[in-house]
């Protein structure tokens, strides 16, 4: 951890009461609209499975790695404390640092969410981007993506319990690749978090090279490395666009260069800017009945935006499909909210940065 640069928290924003829907990507957005939906099936699967996971990965996490504290890394404390501050949540979290070559951190748990820092973060960041990663994590603790992604790998489990069909195996696959697709846009979403955390594009930009692959970011040419997403956007070749499909269908995380533009273009827009300036939806003020039917169709027209401005030649051969899969979400989901139930049992993790 480098502390070169001196961090100042005088003039930050705080948000009282910020619902996540406020930071939420879109599509995530209308992911987790229909979850939330479903009465109380979060609180049966917190019930089921989140217990003993949990508990164990905890367990571990205290063992093998460095809690964080006054006295343990309290800068990273500092962070940890004004950074939940920033977010307004109910609980700190706990925060570890454990021993690995990867840039990385993750949240783990359900009902005690907890944060684990690698030691590479550590020490290739300086303070700055390193209050950007802890509220990128923030960011999944207060949108609850843990509980959710739980809801949906249980799914994914008890079809997989029919799959020896070929019919069934490939519509596990659709579904498979639509919860990627998902969690690559909850990371998009805590992007921004940890962006209202930082309040410093600079900082979020420096973290992110590193992860795509700089070892000094300050030799980093910022334009060329941010037209390198252009480009990946703008493919003319069919064969690319096939390519691109293919490897990103299996991805749990966006790819790096191109979610560095992504926020980058979040921080210039007037929804930041409105954040910044208290304009943003209260947790207190979210009714999920009401505004379920709204995040589905602005989860719709996200895709449909995204594709219509893009040069991609096969995205534009789908450029209906964003409607046609919320659509498609939402009539399942208010099924089996209607009238469906299920059990199953297992643990919940989740990848963060």
């Known amino acids: 951890m480098t502390d070169d640069i001196e961090v100042s928290r005088h003039n930050a924003v705080r948000f009282p009461g910020i619902s996540p829907r406020a930071y939420e990507h879109p599509v ?5 609209a229909t979850l ?3 009465p109380g099936f979060a609180q049966v699967v917190k019930a089921v499975s989140g217990f003993y996971a949990e508990r164990g990965e905890r367990l571990m996490a205290l063992a093998s790695g460095i809690r964080v504290g006054p006295k343990q890394y309290p800068e990273l404390d500092k962070l940890r404390n004004e950074c939940a501050e920033t977010l307004d949540l109910d609980r700190v979290p706990n925060l570890f640092v454990a021993r690995s070559p990867e840039v990385n951190a993750q949240t783990i748990g359900m009902d005690e969410p907890f ?4 030691t590479a973060a550590v020490e290739a960041m300086d303070l700055a981007s390193l209050r ?4 990128h994590e923030m960011g999944h603790v207060l949108s609850g993506h843990a509980v959710y992604r739980t809801m949906m790998i249980r799914l994914i489990g008890l079809q997989m319990s029919m799959s020896w069909t070929p019919v069934s195996a490939i519509g596990i696959r659709v579904v498979i690749a639509a919860l ?6 909850a990371e998009l979403s805590c992007d921004r978090a940890g962006l209202l955390c930082s309040q410093d594009p600079t900082a979020a930009l420096r973290s992110q090279i590193l992860v795509a692959g700089g070892i000094d970011p300050s030799k980093i ?3 060329a490395f941010l037209q ?3 480009e990946y956007e703008s493919v003319e070749d069919i064969r690319d666009s096939y390519l691109k499909l293919r490897y990103v269908e299996t991805m749990s995380h966006p790819l790096a260069v191109v979610r560095a533009a992504q926020l980058q273009k979040w921080a210039a827009s007037e929804d930041y800017r409105g954040i910044l300036a208290g304009e943003y939806p209260r947790r207190d003020a979210d009714a999920p009945s009401s505004t379920w039917s709204d995040d589905l169709k602005s989860a719709a027209k996200s895709y449909k935006d995204s594709w219509n401005s893009s040069a991609d030649p096969l995205t534009k051969v789908f450029s209906d499909v964003g409607e046609a899969v919320s659509g498609a979400a939402g009539k399942v989901w208010s099924k089996f909210g209607n009238g469906g139930n299920g059990t ?3 643990s919940a993790s989740e990848s963060g940065k």
Request: proline share 3%.
């Open 28 to 32: 995530d957005r209308g992911a987790l």
């Open 36 to 38: 939330r939906a479903v």
């Open 115 to 118: 944060i684990v820092l690698n």
């Open 132 to 135: 950007f990663v802890i509220g």
């Open 180 to 185: 990627r697709e998902w969690y690559r846009k």
């Open 221 to 223: 040419d910022i334009p």
């Open 228 to 230: 390198q997403a252009s």
């Open 344 to 346: 199953d049992e297992g």
